[in-house]
């Protein structure tokens, strides 16, 4: 019915059911009039018309016209994106009414109820929360080529990594140690109790206050890729029917029915039920 989307969706929310309007013709010429301050924005709300103002722009149709560089000047990124807008240079794929958004991740972090201040400590809230991405990438029929984690310590200094994993996977054990590992390659605590006691306090960092780990780089379950040499399938396939039979075992007697018991070292870190606060990151216009 339109030249652009964004707009489309605009005239469709402002004008009368009944008004006739026909084709791309009649939707222009009600869009050349229309205030250029009620242009929809994805992220940063609506150019205010103090902005519209400063670039003297106040018709769709006349921020069409001006020049695309002077926008950038004024506005940045922004200026670029509603010039295209108002030009109708807008080639995003029209979907069917309640399709949903293809998913780009699936990620859980947390902010513990005392800070990290071991290697022991980190493994526990790690594994739990590899646990709930794991789960939920079942759940949905994925499988991640990569993994990230991101560390906030108790200063809220913060930074992430990532690794690319040998395959796609959606096995705890695999997203959990290829976690951890990219964990000691990027931080150091003590690694335990004792040597916490026992070792030199300036060689090691700060204790964390959060962290968090996600999937990426998705694929579906039915994505073929090449095993190497050094890749046991059949342990591999052991594994997968491990986490499925704890899935199973959760769905029907709730997620504190069966633990790892690593997470009895500490019942306070492991008192997470990550899965329950997962977060899905989904494909934005802007992704």
Same mark, same amino acid.
């Given at each position: 019915?339109?030249?652009?989307? !964004?707009?489309?969706?605009?005239?469709?929310?402002?004008? =009368?059911?009944? +008004?006739?309007?026909?084709?791309?013709?009649?939707?222009?010429?009600?869009?050349?009039? +229309?205030?250029?301050? #009620?242009?929809?924005?994805?992220? =940063?709300?609506?150019?205010?018309?103090?902005?519209?103002?400063?670039?003297?722009?106040?018709?769709?149709?006349?921020?069409?016209? %001006?020049?695309?560089?002077?926008?950038?000047?004024?506005?940045?990124?922004?200026?670029?994106?509603?010039?295209?807008?108002?030009?109708?240079y807008?080639?995003?794929?029209?979907?069917?009414?309640?399709?949903?958004?293809?998913?780009?991740?699936v990620?859980?972090?947390t %902010?513990?109820?005392?800070? +990290?201040?071991?290697?022991?400590d980190?493994?526990?809230?790690?594994?739990?929360l590899?646990? =709930?991405?794991?789960?939920?990438?079942? !759940?949905?029929?994925?499988?991640?080529?990569?993994?990230?984690?991101?560390?906030?310590?108790?200063?809220l200094?913060?930074f992430?990594? #990532?690794?690319?994993?040998?395959?796609?996977?959606?096995?705890?054990?695999e997203?959990?140690e290829?976690g951890?590992?990219l964990?000691?390659?990027?931080?150091?605590?003590?690694?335990? !109790?004792?040597e916490k006691?026992?070792?030199?306090?300036?060689?090691?960092?700060?204790?964390?206050?959060?962290?968090g780990?996600?999937?990426?780089?998705?694929v579906?379950?039915?994505?073929?890729?090449?095993?190497?040499?050094?890749?046991?399938?059949?342990?591999?396939e052991?594994q997968?029917?491990m986490?499925?039979?704890?899935?199973?075992?959760r769905?029907?007697?709730?997620?504190?029915?069966?633990?790892?018991?690593? +997470?009895? #070292?500490?019942?306070?870190? =492991?008192?997470?039920?990550?899965k329950?606060?997962?977060?899905?990151?989904?494909?934005?216009?802007f992704?």
């Amino acid at each position: 019915m339109n030249f652009n989307l !964004e707009l489309a969706k605009y005239v469709d929310s402002k004008v =009368s059911p009944v +008004m006739p309007l026909k084709g791309k013709w009649g939707y222009r010429v009600f869009l050349i009039f +229309m205030d250029g301050s #009620q242009i929809p924005q994805q992220k =940063s709300g609506f150019l205010t018309e103090k902005e519209a103002n400063a670039a003297r722009e106040k018709t769709i149709g006349a921020l069409a016209k %001006t020049d695309e560089d002077l926008l950038v000047s004024k506005f940045g990124k922004v200026g670029s994106i509603l010039w295209a807008f108002a030009n109708g240079y807008d080639d995003s794929p029209v979907k069917l009414e309640n399709t949903s958004a293809p998913v780009k991740s699936v990620g859980n972090s947390t %902010t513990t109820p005392k800070d +990290m201040e071991t290697d022991e400590d980190v493994k526990i809230v790690l594994y739990i929360l590899a646990e =709930s991405v794991a789960a939920r990438l079942r !759940e949905n029929g994925f499988r991640c080529r990569t993994v990230e984690i991101s560390i906030r310590d108790k200063d809220l200094y913060h930074f992430s990594k #990532q690794v690319k994993l040998k395959n796609a996977s959606n096995i705890t054990a695999e997203i959990a140690e290829d976690g951890y590992k990219l964990y000691r390659e990027s931080y150091r605590l003590p690694a335990d !109790e004792k040597e916490k006691r026992n070792g030199l306090p300036e060689f090691y960092q700060k204790p964390l206050r959060s962290i968090g780990i996600c999937g990426t780089d998705l694929v579906n379950d039915y994505f073929w890729e090449q095993l190497d040499l050094f890749t046991d399938p059949q342990h591999r396939e052991k594994q997968m029917k491990m986490d499925e039979a704890v899935d199973v075992i959760r769905k029907r007697f709730g997620f504190y029915s069966i633990q790892r018991g690593l +997470m009895y #070292q500490d019942r306070m870190l =492991s008192a997470v039920n990550a899965k329950e606060d997962h977060t899905v990151h989904p494909h934005g216009y802007f992704g």
